[in-house]
C-alpha cells in the first residue's frame, strides 16, 4: 500500500472513533451455515443498465433471479483504468450484487468503502455503509460496529459502475488492530445456489 493511502485510511479510522457512522437497523447477528457447505468468496450477480444510484439496484429475489451469476470473487479489491471489473464483460453501465458471509471475531470493528461508483454494504439487516450515487473514486464515511458474538455474519454489497474508471475496496480494521486493511479472501465464503 501507498504511503499516501496508508495515511488517507489512519486518518479515516481516527475519524470513525470520533464520529462513528450508525449502523441502520437492527443489530447484526450471526448466521449458522453448515461450514462443510461454504465455499470461499462471494457469490456475483450481474446487471446490465445505467443505475445511477443503488436505489435503483434489484433487491428482491424475484429480480435478483434476472441477473447473470457469474463466478464467485475472492475478495473486495479491484480497481480498473478503463471500468471493466471482474466478469463484468463491459466498461459501464453495470451493476454487480455480492452476497455471502464475512467471519467475525468478537469485539469493536471499523468498516470503510472506496469505491467509483456507487456501494452499499449491509451485514445482516444492518446497513453500514452507504456511498449511494455517481462519484468519482472516494472512501466511504467509516462505519463503527460491535461484534458482540462470533461467526459468519451474512454480508450483501451492492455496487454499480457508471463510466469511466471504476473502483471496489473493502477495508477494515480489526479488533485490537492498528490500522485499516482490505479484507482479506479467507474472510468471505458463500453457499452456492441451491444449499
Known amino acids: 500500500m501507498n504511503p499516501t493511502r496508508r495515511c488517507l485510511l489512519a486518518t479515516l479510522a481516527l475519524l470513525a472513533l470520533a464520529s462513528p457512522a450508525i449502523a441502520q437497523g437492527p443489530a447484526p447477528q450471526p448466521a449458522t451455515p453448515a461450514a462443510d457447505k461454504l465455499k470461499p468468496g462471494l457469490d456475483a450477480i450481474y446487471f ?12 428482491s429475489a424475484a429480480a435478483l433471479a434476472k441477473g447473470k451469476r457469474k463466478q464467485p470473487v475472492p475478495n473486495l479489491d479491484a480497481g480498473s483504468g478503463d471500468g471493466a471489473l471482474w466478469e463484468s464483460g463491459t466498461t459501464e453501465l453495470y451493476g ?8 467475525l471475531a468478537a469485539g469493536d470493528y471499523i468498516l470503510v468503502a472506496n469505491s467509483n461508483d456507487g456501494v452499499r454494504v449491509t451485514l445482516d439487516k444492518a446497513k453500514l455503509i452507504d456511498d449511494p450515487d455517481i462519484h468519482a473514486d472516494r472512501f466511504s464515511k467509516p462505519a463503527n460496529i460491535k461484534i458482540t458474538r462470533p461467526g459468519w455474519y451474512p454480508i450483501t454489497v ?15 480494521q480489526k479488533p485490537g488492530g492498528k ?3 482490505i479484507v482479506p479472501p479467507e474472510a468471505f465464503a458463500h453457499l452456492p445456489p441451491g444449499q
Do not use: C, S
Open 48 to 59: 446490465y443498465e445505467d443505475f445511477k444510484h443503488i436505489e435503483n439496484m434489484p433487491t
Open 96 to 103: 454487480v450484487h455480492f452476497a455471502g458471509f464475512i467471519e
Open 158 to 172: 451492492q455496487y454499480f459502475q457508471r463510466r469511466n474508471t471504476a473502483l471496489l475496496e473493502l477495508h477494515w
Open 179 to 181: 490500522q485499516m486493511e
